[in-house]
């Protein structure tokens, strides 16, 4: 399937084939896919938790007010993103630049988000979505449906996964094998309302 298609047939699904199964290829296909996925400054802020355990599922279903898509999923993967990737990941971000390029790198960055825990937690909130989004897109174009998800209790989910406290939760994403077929999608807004050129 295309990128456009993906697109255009990405819907939400809330109810999955609890017996499908996503084999180790296809599940790291999907990953990959994700971490492709674009950060400020090369700084892959994005860790992927991949939860299988059914404990730590089901905690994370009661954090979830009992959304059955959390156990039901062929594959529930947690986007989590780490608010001091600017100094954690700043020297793999930079690797195979001349010396110069790298000290000018870090001299941006550092003036980005040293001292700025909006921009920090902001930056990587942002790249933590646009890498759920890649994994929704991945696993349309590979036949499953998805189901984006950040109605938990993200406390009680950090601690199941047991989160360090540098890192926030983006969403989780749950794929699989629909049990129903996706409701249509809902009226858009008219794009002449929606797409504006130079100014409001």
């Known amino acids: 399937m295309d990128t456009l298609k993906a697109i255009e047939t990405r819907r939400s699904v809330r109810q999955f084939d609890p017996h499908a199964k996503i084999d ?5 296909a999907l990953i990959e896919a994700a971490r492709m ?7 892959q802020h994005c860790s992927f938790v991949v939860v299988r355990d059914r404990a730590i599922l ?3 279903e009661k954090a979830a007010g009992g959304q059955k898509q959390v156990c039901q999923a062929s594959l529930y993967v947690v986007v989590c993103a780490n608010t001091q990737a600017w100094k954690d990941n700043l020297q793999i971000s930079a690797a195979g ?8 790198k870090a001299m941006l960055v550092r003036a980005v988000f040293e001292n700025n825990e ?3 937690r902001d930056e990587a909130v942002r790249s933590g979505a646009l890498a759920a989004q890649t994994l929704m897109l ?7 449906a998805t189901n984006a998800m950040t109605g938990f209790d993200h406390h009680e989910v950090a601690k199941a996964i047991n ?12 794929i699989g094998k629909p049990l129903v077929t996706p409701a249509p999608r809902g009226e858009q807004i ?4 929606a797409v504006l050129q130079d100014h409001f």
């Open 118 to 120: 909006r921009a920090c």
């Open 97 to 104: 630049l001349p010396e110069p390029a790298k000290q000018a």
């Open 24 to 28: 180790s290829a296809t599940e790291r």
């Open 163 to 174: 989160m360090p406290p540098t890192h926030v939760i983006a969403m989780a994403v749950a």
């Open 37 to 43: 996925a674009p950060s400020a400054y090369n700084l």
């Open 190 to 193: 008219p794009y002449e309302k």
């Open 138 to 144: 991945a696993a349309t174009a590979m036949g499953y």
């Open 58 to 60: 089901e905690k994370i």
